[in-house]
């Protein structure tokens, strides 16, 4: 397969995962690296991915092109939206989607029982310097501020693994693996994780 992922832990039956079914969000801001993960992770467990910008109202696609920044109004539909694309999938769903108010994550876990949630954190410098690289993408780099003003982080909620969007991807992947091998999804780390593998 073209671009084969170099985790492939559900290939073996031994391992579990593709006999459960996961629902997973891979969040932050703009430039976090979110979907690029969320699409390799859809693979390694056999899923679908959603890519949550593709199903923003057509408002709020113009207001962004624009760099005028969406308000909760905007994201309520697109939210409601997300939660059932989600939550009507029978198998593995990882949906790849900013959620930055805890109020946002916690519309989504209202509608999708289980639902887990990547947390790739990057800082404002990085974010910029990779959104003012992208060709032809429709958010603006002007809006990365707004939204670093507006993410309240999800670190120490239940069910969220928190990553470096700075470290490499196949190690991102590795460690999302690793983690949904643990009861609830909690309780590791990723120097801990380096530590069971040794």
């Known amino acids: 397969m073209a671009g084969a992922i170099p ?13 459960v079914t996961h629902k997973i969000v ?13 699409r390799e992770l859809a693979v390694a467990l056999e899923g679908v991915f ?11 696609r113009d207001k962004m092109c624009r760099g005028i920044a969406l308000c909760d109004s ?24 900013s ?17 887990r949630f990547v ?3 990057i800082t404002l410098a990085e974010a910029v310097a990779r959104v003012s690289g992208r060709l032809h993408h429709e958010f603006p780099a002007t809006l990365v501020a707004d939204q670093f003003a507006t993410l309240e982080s999800p670190v120490g909620e239940d069910g969220v693994l928190h990553l470096s969007a700075l470290q490499d991807n196949a190690c991102s992947l ?11 999804g909690t309780g590791w780390k990723p120097d801990e994780l380096e530590s069971k593998r040794s």
């Open 7 to 19: 985790w492939i832990a559900c290939r073996d039956n031994t391992a579990g995962f593709c006999n």
């Open 26 to 38: 891979v969040m932050g801001v703009s430039g976090s690296g979110k979907s690029t993960l969320a």
């Open 50 to 60: 959603i890519e949550g910008d593709e199903h923003h109202l057509a408002e709020s």
């Open 74 to 97: 905007d994201r309520e539909p697109w939210l409601d939206r997300l939660a059932e694309l989600v939550d009507e999938m029978h198998g593995t769903a990882v949906l790849s989607c």
């Open 99 to 115: 959620a930055l108010k805890r109020r946002y994550r916690e519309c989504l876990r209202a509608r999708v029982a289980g639902l």
């Open 119 to 121: 947390f790739l954190d």
């Open 174 to 184: 590795r460690e999302v693996m690793q983690w949904l091998g643990t009861p609830n």
